[in-house]
């Protein structure tokens, strides 16, 4: 059976960059596969106390490890224009060829607000998301390009270090109508932990869009971002699911808080069960494993894991010892 590729989900919100550079280059020692970088202006609540800027991570991540890489996910909108995050992209690729990968989403009001202006509804934040694609893939082939839209101008300008070959674009989704147009418009798709269901939708919408594009489905990679609480009791684990990742048992819509002092006072109201069907909350890593399985069973090509505890050493030790090797693709 072919070993299956899983990564480690970096979080830039809750470790500073030295840490969380150590953390990467720890868990490819024990068997990660690559890095998927959080990008966050502000970390979800105070209490995490971190989110440093995610390209100059990667770039340090890059050099301190051999596997693949790319933010997880990344705003082509609010903060950053579309043509500055084709370069960033670009110029990463470059750094390392064959390496990275461009993931990207619609945005979340926590860190795209804080320049100002107007905070559209989710249909015209994923409608500038797709525009945005359109001007880094105009960039990406190479020539002067200019882009006059709906949302965004550029003027007639390249892209002066470029890969060999564009990394691929990786869209966030757990949507139909956003997974179809992923498959139309990208490369691959990212998306979260979900009911069996929920991610046949997904998979089948995006089937779907690829092939309206005349792109094959098949070669296409479909991308799990897991959260999961392990700890060396059941009871750790589920205090450290409570206090570090609150975020996990909100049953709601995120995308238009502002604030991660408004997330700090909505966490007073989370409790274990809200934890339920959403996160995963155990110490036993077979229990772990046979979830992670679950979902490669399902058709992911790739997953990376967050453990939301602070206890990442202990976990990257566990899992590459008792949980990564018992993995199938």
Not at 206 to 220: I, L, N
């Amino acid at each position: 059976m072919a070993k299956a590729k899983i990564g480690y989900a970096a979080m830039l919100e809750q470790f500073p960059p030295s840490e969380i550079l150590d953390l990467c280059a720890r868990a490819e020692t024990a068997g990660f596969s690559g890095v998927m970088a959080a990008d966050h202006f502000q970390p979800w609540t105070p209490a995490q106390g971190q989110a440093s800027f995610v390209w100059e991570v990667l770039a340090v991540a890059g050099a301190r490890t051999a596997g693949d890489l790319g933010p997880g996910v990344t705003c082509p909108s609010f903060r950053m224009h579309p043509a500055i995050v084709a370069q960033a992209a670009a110029t990463l690729e470059v750094m390392y060829p064959g390496r990275t990968w461009l993931g990207l989403g619609s945005g979340e009001a926590l860190n795209e607000h804080i320049v100002g202006g107007y905070w559209p509804e989710a249909p015209e934040r994923i409608n500038r998301m797709f525009e945005a694609i359109e001007i880094i893939s105009k960039l990406f082939g190479g020539k002067e390009v200019k882009h006059d839209g709906r949302f965004f101008k550029m003027e007639t300008c390249r892209l002066w270090t470029l890969p060999e070959k564009a990394p691929p674009i990786y869209v966030a989704t757990a949507g139909p109508v956003t997974a179809k147009r992923t498959g139309q418009f990208a490369d691959g798709l990212i998306t979260v932990g979900a009911p069996e269901e929920k991610i046949e939708m997904v998979f089948g919408k995006f089937a779907e869009g690829a092939r309206d594009a005349g792109k094959d489905p098949a070669t296409m990679p479909k991308i799990l971002q897991l959260h999961l609480s392990w700890a060396e009791t059941d009871e750790k684990a589920i205090a450290n699911a409570v206090e570090h990742w609150p975020t996990g048992g909100m049953r709601f819509a995120k995308q238009d808080i502002r604030s991660p002092r408004d997330f700090e006072q909505m966490a007073t109201l989370v409790r274990p069960e809200d934890f339920a069907g959403r996160m995963l909350m155990s110490a036993d890593p077979e229990i772990h494993r046979r979830e992670i399985q679950r979902y490669l069973d399902l058709g992911f090509d790739q997953i990376y894991l967050h453990n939301v505890g602070r206890n990442q050493v202990e976990w990257l030790d566990v899992f590459g010892r008792e949980v990564l090797p018992k993995l199938t693709a």
